[in-house]
């Protein structure tokens, strides 16, 4: 049974910085595609970044420059370093893994941005 597990989000004033980890566990199974979305309170799951098993990433407009997610395949991890954080960021961010046969999920990890 593949289990994610999220760590580092907090609270942060504008301006900071956070890091996201999260890593699979329970299998050696191979990941694919990787992704990071957050849902704010009252709106729907959205998409921040995403990366490929080869390293090729995506990012919301709204990110881009300010958040950087990367991958080690050797520990089925992925990261998202954010930084310039906006009160606008203040969501619960959750890790997807697609495997070869399913889609998994980490639990969410709270991140909320002061102004």
């Known amino acids: 049974q593949v289990q994610l597990v999220e760590s580092g989000g907090g609270l942060v004033q504008a301006g900071g910085s956070l890091r996201l980890s999260c890593a699979a566990s329970?299998?050696?199974?191979?990941?694919?595609?990787m992704a990071w979305y957050r849902q704010a309170s009252g709106k729907a799951r959205e998409l921040v970044a995403s990366?490929?098993?080869?390293?090729?990433?995506n990012y919301a407009d709204s990110v881009k420059g300010r958040f950087t997610i990367s991958r080690d395949n050797a520990k089925n991890a992925v990261y998202l370093q954010m930084n310039s954080l906006r009160p606008e960021d203040t969501a619960v961010y959750y890790c997807?893994?697609?495997?070869?046969?399913?889609?998994?999920w980490g639990q969410g990890t709270q991140v909320t941005v002061s102004s």
């Open positions: 997807e893994m697609i495997g070869p046969l399913n889609v998994y």
């Open positions: 329970g299998s050696s199974l191979s990941i694919n595609s």
């Open positions: 990366i490929t098993r080869s390293g090729i990433t």
